[in-house]
């Protein structure tokens, strides 16, 4: 599906010192540095994927969209999608991809969101009973009736954003390309983007390639991790190997009746005691749920628990962490 092999992509900033006296001396002499969007970047990603393409601001992940999208030309290397090179043949391979921009938009501004899709119909040649199928499918599984003949500088973010994603489906595309889909959405929005996200993957064998600094949006929808860092790709693995390698603390609070005196946990910390709640953090390592409550009971009264895993904000800037960016 998408084959991406020693991709290079540099870009000529231009260097300019703070203040007037520098503005006005970079009209005269210039000078220039060059920044390394993309270096030596390779992957492979298959039918009906959805993958987590993250890293942290400037690694070179919107650069990598638009080059797989055919904005951007790279330096060298080869990117073959669908058997289409994005850049090349961009006016044929368009056809099969959908792209949101988190931050841009593909509508119009002053117009009914109902009118934007139209002309999106008209410029990918769409069938009128194909087209009125998808919308009318878009429109119940994203919920956009009640705004849909709303300018769109009317509607709000959320609702935006949602008009977006249906718009970038219209023409019944292979592979979609999200980037910042979830950017400034409320809670509710942020789930119906994500349950639509897994919908339609799954209905349509959609494959989608998702960056984001949400790490909720990668944990609730993707399987796979694609870890840019500087323009090289530091790591492609799964999110369970992942929560497997980071994931090894456990919280564990307990309720319990009256008990005065703190209870030891072998292989647990204990962050908090008030006579009738404690809060353990485990080492799974060392030891597990089952037996700190096992080891608690002959002690205790026990009357609730609850148990969380490391928050995977914690899991990815592990990550991070342990490949220096």
């Known amino acids: 599906m998408i084959t991406v092999q020693h991709i290079h992509k540099t870009f000529r900033v231009v260097k300019r010192g703070k203040g007037a006296k520098a503005a ?30 993250i890293g942290p601001n400037g690694a070179g992940k919107s650069t990598t969209i638009k080059v797989m999208s055919g904005i ?15 850049w090349k043949q961009r006016r044929d391979y368009v056809k099969h991809i959908g792209v949101v921009f988190g931050q841009r938009t593909q509508l119009w501004w002053d117009v009914p969101i109902a009118d934007s899709f139209d002309l999106l119909k008209d410029v990918y040649k769409i069938p009128a009973d194909s087209y009125r199928q998808t919308l009318n499918l878009l429109t119940e599984t994203l919920d956009l009736a009640e ?43 942020k789930l119906a983007v994500r349950k639509f996200i897994k919908t339609i993957n799954a209905e349509r064998k959609l494959t989608v ?50 008990h005065e005196t703190p209870v030891v946990l072998a292989g647990a910390d204990l962050a908090s005691w008030s006579g009738e709640r404690a809060v353990y953090r485990l080492d799974t390592d060392q030891t597990t749920v089952s037996a700190a409550l096992s080891d608690l009971g002959r002690e205790l009264n026990i009357l609730d628990m ?19 960016i």
């Open 24 to 53: 006005l001396a970079s009209l005269f002499h210039r000078e220039y540095k060059e920044v390394h969007a993309l270096d030596d970047v390779s992957f492979h990603i298959g039918d009906g994927e959805i993958v987590g393409y």
């Open 209 to 258: 390639i998702l960056t984001t600094h949400d790490q909720n949006d990668i944990e609730a929808l993707t399987d796979r991790i694609l870890l840019i860092g500087k323009g090289k790709i530091l790591h492609d693995g799964s999110m369970a190997a992942i929560k497997q390698r980071f994931d090894r603390r456990r919280t564990l609070t307990v309720t319990f009746a009256q």
């Open 306 to 324: 609850t148990s969380e895993s490391t928050p995977v904000e914690e899991i990815i800037a592990g990550l991070y962490q342990e490949h220096g």
């Open 147 to 189: 705004f849909l003949h709303t300018p769109l500088r009317q509607v709000s973010l959320g609702q935006r954003m949602r008009a977006e994603i249906a718009a970038s489906l219209l023409h019944s595309p292979q592979i979609l390309f999200l980037d910042e889909p979830t950017i400034g959405l409320d809670a509710v929005s």
């Open 72 to 86: 951007l030309v790279p330096d060298a290397g080869a990117c073959e999608i669908m058997g289409f090179t994005p």
